[in-house]
């Protein structure tokens, strides 16, 4: 079954990023958030996106771009938003009760054939689908930011899913223009896995002083041609993210190697998240530059 209709949940940067990859693929699509003025905010990111990213820069034609915002509604009606929806995807934030409250929901209003999918980055997809009575329709499908741009979604595959399932999301996720790669629902899945444990060891290579942040970030961008160092990268993402990721691994493996370094919540406590609020391994500047924040 072709999937022509999408709802997007969360109106936050992953949300309208994933409605404005969905939206260029031909695809309708209805983004429901609480909060209207994100909801105003996530429309007009998106149709600056179109127009300033792509139709002036000659890679869409006005008309296109035009048509490509047509089909993008907003909403503070789940019901609106996912009641006719062929494939729904939450982007909310990274709270597992939240989270199973929401699929229960959707539970309730969606039709038999639709496709419950969510974006989590590490929480566990299983328990998640756990809270309806359709696990063979719930898997799922992590997108990364910025979600219009970049092409890789891990698709995750809880206990319990249909295979058609598994299919058509793979088959969705191309349309959008992506590459899709199946992982089994283990904690973190397949990057953050993997990028958890460079993030502590570069946090206490920190600590340690062997070496200072952008000593580290430059000798793995040069050493490895990884574009962004692992501290440049964690300020990224966010320390409170990291934080999170690293409890939701370590409560399922119990592993001490999955442990969150501690200078991340040191980090946290003393204000310091990462680029969003200007404040992580490094400062960045109101004139766009950075400097090195000296820890200690």
């Known amino acids: 079954m072709e999937i022509k ?10 949300g309208h990023g994933i ?5 260029l693929s031909g695809v309708n699509v209805s983004v429901y958030d609480i909060d209207q003025v994100m909801l105003e905010k996530a429309s007009l990111a998106i149709k600056d996106n179109i127009s300033k990213r792509l139709v002036l820069k000659g890679k869409l034609s006005e ?7 047509s089909r993008v509604r907003i909403t503070t009606s789940l019901a609106k938003a996912a009641q006719n929806a062929d494939f729904v995807i939450e982007a909310v934030p990274e709270n597992i009760d939240l989270k199973k409250r929401l699929f229960a929901e ?33 898997i799922g ?12 979604v891990e698709v995750v595959v809880p206990i319990g899913v249909s295979e058609q399932t598994v299919e058509r999301t793979m088959a969705f996720c191309r349309k959008l223009g ?3 790669i199946k992982v089994k629902d283990i904690p973190g899945f397949i990057v953050n896995r993997l ?3 460079l993030y502590m060891e570069a946090a206490q290579m920190v600590l340690e002083g062997a070496a200072t942040a952008e000593e580290i970030d430059t000798a793995m961008r040069l050493g490895t041609g990884h574009p962004m160092g692992p501290c440049e990268l964690a300020d990224f993402g966010g320390f409170d993210v990291i934080n999170m990721a690293g409890d939701a691994v370590f409560e399922y493996t119990h592993k001490e190697r999955d442990a ?14 990462g680029r969003k609020n200007g404040k992580g391994f490094y400062d960045y500047l109101p004139d766009g530059t950075r400097k090195p924040f000296k820890l200690f």
């Open 5 to 14: 209709q999408m709802a997007v949940l969360g109106a936050g940067t992953m």
């Open 19 to 23: 409605a404005q990859a969905a939206t």
């Open 63 to 69: 008309e296109a771009g035009r048509e490509a915002f």
């Open 106 to 138: 959707l539970d309730q209003i969606c039709l038999p054939h639709t496709i419950l999918a969510t974006n989590t980055s590490v929480l566990s997809v299983t328990a998640i689908a756990g809270a309806t009575r359709r696990p063979q329709n719930c």
């Open 141 to 152: 499908a992590h997108f990364f930011n910025p979600a219009a741009v970049m092409k890789l």
């Open 178 to 180: 992506k590459t899709p």
């Open 195 to 197: 990028l958890l444990g």
């Open 260 to 273: 969150v370094n501690i200078l991340y919540r040191k980090m946290v406590e003393a204000g310091r998240l």
